[in-house]
């Protein structure tokens, strides 16, 4: 672990950057927190996963204008949930939030908790998501770490390109790095992650804007290769997901209406990926068979 003046070598810098350069997102307004709370860090954090902030702008204003409170959600039928998601992607999320917003209303009165190991209870929500609602909507003080975060660790402590394979190591090496003050780690967590977004980008890092380009063991080590060792995603285009989303697009689009079996895309070019891509969403509980018709879940 980085002694004390290699953690103020990154902390301080960093954290002077974030409050001069960070980008204004609905989230980080006072507004955004006086109106929705935790909630709404709660949702913006679900549609983050995997998805560009540009597009889930417009869909969490969307989302909370509908469903303002864990209550008003768990109210919601499962196909509304899943047509409010619209073309996120990765719609199980959405039902992941309808339960979160379930459990949260029957086991916790409607307020999103603010215990990690509460928060880590409900469903759809992992270490990130956790401590990122406690330390953004509570201010509590926990390490936050995502995969811009590690990338950002990797080098500028590890000295390597890219990050290893996601591990405790990296949540004990930032909670290390940490600020003392409460206030204060909450900044930090949040400049590490801006800063992997927007400067320390995994191919095209501008290393001439980085706050941290003095102490950054990487770039002193003139950037060496490294092994990227995570997990690349299949292409889009003529995969499964691809045939999932399709047929998903058109349940959206008829729903409260069912669509014959027959008729679900009748043209795919593989009527195979096309079933497997149905029975898909059937067993995830996106969509709902009866005899031979489909339909999002009533």
Same mark, same amino acid.
């Given at each position: 672990?980085?002694?004390?003046?290699?953690?103020?070598?990154?902390?301080? *810098?960093?954290?002077?950057?974030?409050?001069?350069?960070? &980008?204004?997102?609905?989230?980080? &307004?006072?507004?955004?927190? #006086?109106?929705?709370?935790?909630?709404?860090?709660?949702?913006?954090?679900?549609?983050?996963?995997?998805?560009? @902030?540009?597009? @889930?702008? *417009?869909?969490?204003? %969307?989302?909370?204008?509908?469903?303002?409170? *864990?209550?008003?959600?768990?109210?919601?039928?499962?196909?509304?949930? @899943?047509?409010?998601?619209?073309?996120?992607?990765?719609?199980?999320?959405?039902?992941?939030?309808?339960? %979160?917003?379930?459990?949260?209303?029957?086991? +916790?009165?409607?307020?999103?908790?603010?215990?990690?190991?509460?928060?880590?209870?409900?469903?759809?929500?992992?270490?990130?998501? %956790?401590?990122?609602?406690?330390?953004?909507?509570?201010? #509590?003080?926990?390490?936050?770490? #995502?995969?811009?975060?590690?990338? @950002?660790?990797?080098?500028?402590?590890?000295?390597?390109?890219?990050?290893?394979?996601?591990?405790?190591?990296?949540?004990?090496?930032?909670?290390?790095?940490?600020?003392?003050?409460?206030?204060?780690?909450?900044?930090?967590?949040?400049?590490?992650?801006?800063?992997?977004?927007?400067?320390?980008?995994?191919?095209?890092?501008?290393?001439?804007?980085?706050?941290? %380009?003095?102490?950054?063991?990487?770039?002193?080590?003139?950037?060496?290769?490294?092994?990227?060792?995570? &997990?690349?995603?299949?292409?889009?285009?003529?995969?499964?997901?691809?045939?999932?989303?399709?047929?998903?697009?058109?349940?959206?689009?008829?729903?409260?209406?069912?669509?014959?079996? +027959?008729?679900?895309?009748?043209?795919?070019?593989?009527?195979?990926?096309?079933?497997?891509?149905?029975?898909?969403?059937?067993? #995830?509980?996106?969509?709902?068979?009866?005899?031979?018709?489909?339909?999002?879940? &009533?």
């Amino acid at each position: 672990m980085p002694g004390p003046q290699a953690a103020r070598d990154v902390t301080t *810098p960093l954290s002077e950057w974030y409050r001069a350069s960070a &980008r204004d997102l609905p989230w980080r &307004r006072p507004g955004f927190h #006086d109106e929705f709370g935790a909630w709404g860090v709660l949702v913006s954090e679900f549609m983050l996963q995997q998805t560009p @902030v540009t597009r @889930v702008i *417009p869909h969490l204003e %969307a989302w909370l204008s509908r469903w303002p409170t *864990p209550a008003s959600m768990a109210a919601a039928t499962t196909a509304d949930v @899943v047509r409010q998601w619209a073309n996120l992607g990765y719609p199980r999320r959405a039902l992941w939030l309808h339960r %979160a917003a379930v459990e949260i209303t029957e086991r +916790h009165g409607g307020t999103v908790p603010r215990d990690v190991e509460a928060l880590l209870a409900l469903s759809g929500i992992g270490d990130y998501t %956790a401590r990122a609602v406690a330390v953004f909507a509570y201010g #509590d003080r926990h390490p936050v770490v #995502d995969t811009n975060t590690r990338r @950002v660790l990797a080098r500028a402590i590890g000295g390597q390109a890219q990050p290893g394979p996601p591990s405790r190591r990296d949540l004990e090496l930032m909670a290390s790095l940490l600020p003392t003050s409460v206030a204060e780690s909450a900044v930090f967590n949040a400049a590490a992650m801006e800063l992997g977004a927007t400067v320390c980008t995994s191919r095209a890092p501008r290393c001439e804007l980085c706050p941290l %380009a003095g102490s950054c063991a990487w770039l002193a080590a003139g950037r060496p290769e490294s092994r990227d060792e995570r &997990r690349r995603q299949a292409t889009y285009e003529g995969s499964d997901r691809q045939a999932r989303g399709a047929v998903l697009r058109l349940l959206r689009e008829l729903s409260p209406e069912a669509a014959a079996l +027959h008729a679900v895309l009748p043209d795919w070019p593989d009527p195979r990926q096309r079933d497997r891509a149905i029975d898909s969403l059937i067993a #995830d509980g996106l969509a709902e068979a009866d005899g031979e018709w489909l339909s999002l879940p &009533r």
